[in-house]
């Protein structure tokens, strides 16, 4: 079964006053209620939203829970970018009986409904914000980041547009907090290798579309590279207008910070070509992607699943192993249990193999360092990337001793 709720009206005062079917009264056998928080209608709507349930789905169908003996609803709910409403939304679900809260693309959003998850002892998978504070000072134990960070961001493909020669940059960056970490974590790794940042701008988000004017600005700084701290319609378009301003073909490099495969889709590999970029999903990496990506398409007409897409497939199928493993009493009174019981347990699944959740929240993959195909590389559709480098887990995030988190002992 499924409630669908796309539209949460202007403030959380409109997202509690909302009606949804009380979730509290428990059917007979193991029932359980999956919320998708995402963005169906905006920037991110291409890399979460509908896919991202899609994604869901495909995990419980995958684990098979009906014929487990499962009950599981699934619904979905609009945060539009907005901090305030996302909480609000947050707040009514965990109070009508949902389980599990996931995917909420947008940084604000997703650090605002961790601290409703804690107060409320509900569980949490964050697959689509970037920002690490979600496993470091603003980390809980009912909390876990799935997928990628501004962390792994910033020193995969920042890290390696500097040692590419890349050395003075300049920044236009989505004015909240994930812009500002990922420009901030980045400018430290050029300062660190000798480079240096010689200016840029904040933008208003999530309102602005026509970034013409900071692209001049960004043209004139005499920057080797433009670096986009943003994402989503926002990256496409900020790249898209570059590429009509000859931002581009005058030899200076964009660093996107943050670029998904749907995003090249959208630009098109005329204009996307020769990227870097960094992702730690990608659907034709490997006989097991494939397969995954060949099961879900069908629920995802005409949209190929991101990474954090993915990673809402991933950490619901581990979500499900971890309430199998404790029980269906136990995990439907208590979020940390469940969260507790998902780090103890190694993940596996076919989007991103063998992995693990390290004791801050932090599910540890690889990273990879693609460069997107010419046209005349790509062979079939969606088939965008080369393989530059690969990350190992234990390298691509944090060390656990710099990131501040509560939760890990001394």
């Known amino acids: 079964m499924d409630v669908t709720r796309r539209t949460i009206l202007g403030s959380a005062a409109a997202a509690t006053a909302a009606s ?6 428990r059917a007979a056998g193991k029932f359980l209620t999956i919320g998708v928080c995402s963005d169906f209608s905006g920037t991110y709507s291409d890399v979460g939203g509908e896919t991202s349930v899609a994604c869901v789905r ?5 684990y098979g829970a009906t014929a487990k003996g499962y009950n599981v609803k699934v619904i979905k709910g609009d945060h539009q970018n907005k901090p305030d409403v996302g909480a609000g939304l947050a707040r009514q679900w965990f109070d009508s009986g949902v389980d599990l809260l996931i995917d909420v693309p947008n940084s604000a959003v997703g650090l605002a409904i961790a601290g409703v998850a804690a107060a409320k002892n509900k569980a949490y998978i964050n697959s689509n914000a970037a920002t690490s504070a979600l496993t470091g000072p603003k980390c809980n134990a009912n909390t876990i980041h799935w997928t990628y960070d501004t962390y792994m961001l910033s020193h995969s493909t920042g890290g390696a547009m500097v040692a590419a020669g890349g050395k003075s940059w300049y920044f236009i960056t989505a004015n909240y907090a994930f812009g500002q970490l990922l420009r901030d974590q980045t400018s430290a790794v050029i300062k660190a290798a000798g480079g240096t940042v010689v200016g840029g701008v904040a933008y208003p988000f999530p309102q602005t579309t026509d970034f013409s004017s900071f692209l001049v600005q960004a043209q004139s700084s005499g920057a080797q590279v ?3 701290a943003n994402a989503g319609k926002d990256t496409v378009n900020s790249i898209k207008q570059a590429h009509q301003f000859g931002i581009t073909q005058s030899g200076m ?8 495969l749907n995003d090249v889709h959208g630009m098109g590999l005329d204009i996307a070509q020769g990227l870097v970029l960094t992702e730690s999903f990608y659907w034709n990496m490997n006989d097991k992607t494939r397969a995954f990506t060949k099961r879900v398409l069908p629920k995802t007409p005409n949209n190929y699943p991101s990474m ?4 809402c497939y991933s950490g619901t199928l581990h979500f499900m192993k971890a309430v199998d493993a404790i ?10 249990a469940i969260v507790e019981q998902m780090k103890k347990m190694p993940t596996d699944d076919d989007a991103f193999g063998h992995c693990s959740v390290r004791e801050d929240g932090r599910f540890m993959c690889p990273s990879y360092l693609f460069r997107v195909k010419k046209p005349g590389e790509s062979n079939i559709p969606w088939d965008y990337y080369d393989l530059l480098h690969t990350t190992p887990a234990d390298q691509t995030f944090a060390p656990l001793a710099t990131e501040g988190c509560p939760l890990v002992k001394a």
């Open 20 to 25: 949804l079917p009380i979730l509290k009264a």
């Open 58 to 62: 495909q995990a419980l169908e995958d």
């Open 226 to 228: 433009l670096g986009l």
């Open 253 to 260: 490099k964009i660093a996107g910070l943050l670029i998904y």
């Open 308 to 311: 954090a897409q993915a990673g």
């Open 327 to 336: 029980g269906i009493d136990a995990a439907n009174k208590s979020g940390i």
